[in-house]
């Protein structure tokens, strides 16, 4: 990255690294010297108040404070000598006396060409830096008065001050050079480790906006790098879950939408198609009733005909209006379901004889295939309605050998009832929607019996209060229709009222 903080910070801490050098350096350039001459200084006055205490008290000539004197001037680099009002040479650390003698004369007498300067002057001495002008050397030489009279002089040296900030100077150009570039590996490792938990933040935050929740920070420790890295995750947890239950929230109402759409659909289409099965008989009772008011036929039996006309329509309007009423609810689940123990046998023989006027009349022979007893668990009432519509739906459609077959079969604790008749098979197109309301497979027919498209669907949702399934398959020489019911206890949600 062109602007990373690795960048930055390696930068900056080479920037104050560096600086720091260039720092040192100038102020060895600078000050050094001047600081190296004033301790000198202070090493000559500090060697001369020794000697001039001494001198007071007459005892600049005992071993004692000799070797002080000695040790004192070795240590800092001080050549003395003490000399008499009539010159004469009292005490020397020097070997040659005289040479020094005359370098001392000629420093006092400025024969050095006015290249002397004063650093500190008073009563009891002076301090002057000045050059050697045979050796070309610099020095600090102090000339003072000592209390018995005696003069003393004292030099030290002070040139080779200048090579040793040379030799510093360069020593550190290449220690600085050595630690800038160490100091920059070593920063760029470092603040690696504090970028790395960062970009990877970063990372975690990009997905985040695209809606990715699977990364996590993986960072360990208690830092404020990890502790953001923790607060990170737990906006990730509350994001995906936050995210989810909107997602869920609206796919319900999305749900919900489809099933009001839906529900408005059908209520369209309930409407229409009631309306479309009233207007049928409507129409003719208000037809015959008109011709009864009008008296065109003034027999008796063309009377008696129009009533018997009307009363059959009326009679058909009551039962589809009891059929619509009883499966609203079935599908509303305010219909009472009441389990109970009875013989299924005994119900499908009440059904069959009650339709056997009906059989009889086309013809239609029956079978019967059970056993002599057979309990289940279910609504008597309901399952005989089921019957009652899978019998009389199977009289107005046989054809060809007229007959039908009721089983009754035993499956893994089921009882399974078989209604077949013998006739033309539904067309497959037509097997799914022959449980809607209002639907009719062969609409000619079905008005010639007086059906409206609503038993099978009453079937359904009987079966679908039962908590039992139901269906119908084509057969090679027609068609049969089943349901199922429980034959023990287990399946059944209670043996009383569910």
Excluded at 26 to 50: G, R
Excluded at 53 to 64: A, I, L, Q, V
Excluded at 399 to 415: L, P
């Amino acid at each position: 990255m062109r602007h990373s903080i690795t960048r930055k910070i390696t930068a900056i801490m080479i920037s104050i690294v560096a600086g720091t050098v260039l720092l040192c350096w100038f102020i060895n350039t600078t000050l050094l010297e001047s600081y190296y001459i004033e301790h000198k200084q202070k090493s000559l006055l500090d060697t001369f108040d020794m000697v001039y205490k001494e001198s007071g008290s007459g005892r600049t000539d005992e071993d004692e404070f000799l070797i002080k004197l000695e040790t004192k001037c070795s240590n800092s680099d001080i050549s003395y000598m003490i000399i008499s009002s009539d010159s004469t040479i009292m005490q020397s650390n020097v070997g040659n006396d005289e040479h020094l003698l005359f370098q001392f004369l000629s420093l006092i007498f400025h024969s050095n060409d006015g290249k002397a300067q004063v650093l500190k002057n008073t009563d009891e001495y002076m301090v002057e830096k000045t050059k050697d002008s045979r050796l070309k050397t610099d020095y600090l030489v102090l000339l003072g008065n000592l209390q018995n009279g005696n003069m003393i002089l004292m030099r030290t040296a002070v040139e080779s001050i200048k090579e040793s900030v040379d030799i510093a100077n360069q020593f550190l150009a290449y220690v600085g050079v050595i630690m800038v570039v160490l100091c920059a590996v070593i920063i760029y490792i470092v603040t690696r480790k504090i970028t790395n938990p960062i970009l990877q933040l970063a990372d975690i935050s990009k997905r985040m906006t695209n809606l990715d929740f699977d990364a996590k920070f993986q960072g360990k420790g208690e830092n404020e790098i990890n502790l953001l890295g923790d607060h990170m995750n737990q906006l990730s947890e509350t994001l995906e879950k936050t995210i989810s239950e909107l997602k869920s929230a609206n796919n319900e109402l999305q749900i919900d939408i489809e099933r009001k759409t839906e529900i408005d659909e059908m209520r369209k289409e309930f409407i229409s198609n009631v309306s479309h099965e009233l207007k049928t008989p409507i129409a003719l009772i208000q037809g015959y009733a008109e011709g009864l008011s009008e008296c065109i036929n003034d027999d008796a039996a063309s009377r008696e005909f129009y009533c018997e006309v009307i009363m059959d329509e009326a009679d058909k309007m009551n039962t589809m209006v009891k059929n619509l009423l009883t499966l609203n609810q079935l599908e509303s689940g305010s219909e009472q379901v009441v389990f109970e123990r009875f013989d299924l046998l005994e119900v499908i023989q009440g059904v069959v004889n009650a339709t056997a006027i009906l059989r009889e009349q086309s013809g239609i022979s029956l079978n019967i295939h059970a056993q002599e007893t057979e309990y289940v668990w279910a609504d008597e009432f309901k399952t005989e309605q089921v019957l009652t519509n899978y019998i009389s739906n199977a009289i107005h459609y046989a054809a060809g050998e007229k007959r039908i077959d009721v089983s009754v079969i035993q499956e893994d604790g089921k009882v399974r009832v078989e209604v077949f008749n013998t006739g033309n098979p539904i067309p497959e197109k037509e097997i799914s929607h022959i449980w809607d309301k209002f639907y009719k497979v062969d609409k000619a027919r079905t008005r010639e019996y007086g059906g409206n498209g609503i038993g099978l669907s009453i079937v359904k949702a009987i079966m679908d209060s039962f908590h039992q399934k139901c269906g119908v398959r084509n057969e090679e020489d027609g068609v049969t229709f089943w349901f199922e019911l429980d034959g023990r206890v287990s399946g059944c949600a209670d043996e009383g009222k569910n």
